[in-house]
Structures are given as structure tokens and as C-alpha cells.
């Protein structure tokens, strides 16, 4: 069981900086990673760490711009945000794998104004 909570996300001008935070609760260390969707677009998933927080991986869209570290010891992730673009407003979700499943925080909105 994971129960995700969200927090950092609002209201930014372009070329500004956001700091996304989600704790899981459920206390164990699974894979985990940030998606984002946007009005009338497909999910994207823009960021992942393995339980270690050794293993990134980033979407093109967002390399160089975003980084993705965790504190086991806080039971949190986060998702450094700089350099945005009005095309980074979304909805972002944090996501912990499960074995074949995932569990998802509630989502928290971002966006970014030109």
C-alpha cells in the first residue's frame, strides 16, 4: 500500500524554478517517478528513480531542465523544476511502482505563465 502526497506545486513565470515534493506514507521503498498531464494531452511520464536513487531517467522534453532525486530517510522524492516554459503547465502526479502496479498521488497543478 502507498499513499502519495504532493506538495511545491503553482504559479510561476517562465524561466522560473519549482520544487515538487511527494512522501509516501506507506514506508517502503519502491520505484518511483513523476508524470505530468496537460488539458487535452496524453500522460507523460518526465521523470523516474529506482529505490536507491542511484538509476534516473528523464523525457527528452525535460533533460537538462529538471532533475529527479529522493530521501529514503524522509520516505520522499522530488523533482527539481528549472528553466520552465509555459509548455511545462500541467498536472503532475508522483507514481510509486508496485511489482506490475502503480499507485498515484492525487496530482498537483504547475503552471508556468509566458
Known amino acids: 500500500q502507498v499513499h502519495l502526497i504532493e506538495s511545491g506545486g503553482g504559479l510561476v513565470q517562465a524561466g522560473g524554478s519549482l520544487r515538487l515534493s511527494c512522501t509516501d506514507s506507506g514506508g517502503r521503498m519502491y520505484d518511483m517517478g513523476w508524470s505530468r498531464q496537460a488539458l487535452g494531452k496524453e500522460r507523460e511520464t518526465v521523470a523516474r528513480?529506482?529505490?536507491?536513487?542511484?538509476?534516473?531517467n528523464y523525457a527528452d522534453s525535460v533533460k537538462g531542465r529538471f532533475t529527479i532525486s529522493r530521501d529514503n530517510t524522509k520516505r520522499t522524492i522530488y523533482l527539481q523544476m528549472n528553466d520552465l516554459k509555459p509548455e511545462d503547465s500541467a498536472t503532475y502526479y508522483c507514481?510509486?511502482?508496485?511489482?506490475?502496479?502503480?499507485?498515484w498521488g492525487q496530482g498537483i497543478q504547475v503552471t508556468v505563465s509566458s
Open positions: 528513480i529506482d529505490s536507491t536513487g542511484f538509476r534516473k
Open positions: 507514481y510509486a511502482k508496485i511489482g506490475a502496479n502503480y499507485g
